[in-house]
């Protein structure tokens, strides 16, 4: 059983940076993929990143460029570092992790997070 606990969100100006961090307890022996997903207000989660334990990372366009994610694994900590925000960011920013493969699906990921919000003004 996999723990997780986020951290980072808040409120922020277009343009500005945020940094979130996952950190994970609980059975992280072995190979996982740490992946963050969103869901804006009245929308669907959708992926944001995924890192696996090589550090191999994962975007969609939407924030290709934008958003690193990286992890610690001596720390078993995951991170999200969020620049050039823009409004459409907004949403409630979960940390999930699963076994094995990498997915883009949130229902392929077993473990989660309680959620952090993030918004961005314009």
């Known amino acids: 059983q996999v723990h997780l606990v986020e951290s980072g969100g808040g409120l922020v100006q277009a343009g500005g940076s945020l940094r979130l961090s996952c950190a994970a307890s609980?059975?992280?022996?072995?190979?996982?993929?740490m992946a963050w997903f969103r869901q804006p207000p009245g929308k669907e989660r959708e992926f944001v990143a995924s890192?696996?334990?090589?550090?191999?990372?994962y975007y969609p366009d939407s924030v290709k460029g934008r958003f690193t994610g990286s992890r610690d694994n001596a720390k078993n900590t995951a991170y999200l570092q969020m620049n050039s925000l823009k409004p459409e960011d907004t949403a409630v920013y979960y940390c999930?992790?699963?076994?094995?493969?990498?997915?883009?699906?949130?229902?392929?990921?077993?473990?989660w997070g309680q959620g952090t919000q993030v918004t961005v003004s314009s």
């Open positions: 609980g059975g992280t022996n072995g190979y996982y993929v």
């Open positions: 890192t696996s334990n090589n550090g191999n990372t």
């Open positions: 999930a992790a699963r076994h094995n493969s990498m997915s883009y699906f949130w229902y392929e990921y077993m473990y």
